[in-house]
């Protein structure tokens, strides 16, 4: 059965250092999304992406964050400039037009030194 | 604003007993309610969703529109249901809200 996929599964930093979080989301998807948890806390929306841009994105997603689809299979969420409060899990999920299940990757943990 | 509640961070139940899991919403909008489980060290994976109205590995849940709640319940647990659990909303567009989460342990 095909799986979204993450990479690195952990990655530390230092804070102002830039950090490109890499996703491969299912083949046949058209919809992907990045949510954040911060340990102990619920999962956070960041943005959702379609047809090549943007669709929503939530206050969290800030002029730090930006997304790309630079290729037909991966997708990227880069953080310019990592504050301490950066460090949390980062889930990349990615869906189909119907049914809208969102189907998530198994995360890559960051954290910022 | 939209918001969705596990009111019960951790529940803890014996192996046979019957478990639920609480979830409630707020929601302008006509909800559309998930129930995705985490296992241990795996990723977050759909358990159900209202809309389908079906039954996995033993589980159901019902949206209760008066009540604003979307329980989850499984009328005898299994040792291998210990997971974190957590229900969402779709809100308009298609973000998800999630709730805090549950943590069930299910003991032998």
Known sequence: ?113 | AQRVTQPEKLLSVFKGAPVELKCNYSYSGSPELFWYVQYSRQRLQLLLRHISRESIKGFTADLNKGETSFHLKKPFAQEEDSAMYYCALKQSGSRLTFGEGTQLTVNP
Not at chain 1, 46 to 67: A, G, M, P, R
Request: proline share 5%; hydrophobic share 35%.
């Open chain 1, 1 to 113: 059965e095909p799986e979204v996929t993450q990479t690195p599964s952990h990655q530390v930093t230092q804070m102002g250092q830039e950090v490109i979080l890499r996703c491969v989301p299912i083949s046949n998807h058209l919809y992907f999304y990045w949510y954040r948890q911060i340990l102990g806390q619920k999962v956070e929306f960041l943005v959702s992406f379609y047809n090549n841009e943007i669709s929503e994105k939530s206050e969290i997603f800030d002029d730090q964050f930006s997304v790309e689809r630079p290729d037909g299979s991966n997708f990227t969420l880069k953080i310019r400039s990592t504050k301490l409060e950066d460090s949390a899990m980062y889930f990349c999920a990615s869906r189909t037009g119907a049914p809208e299940t969102q189907y998530f990757g198994p995360g890559t943990r960051l954290l910022v030194l």
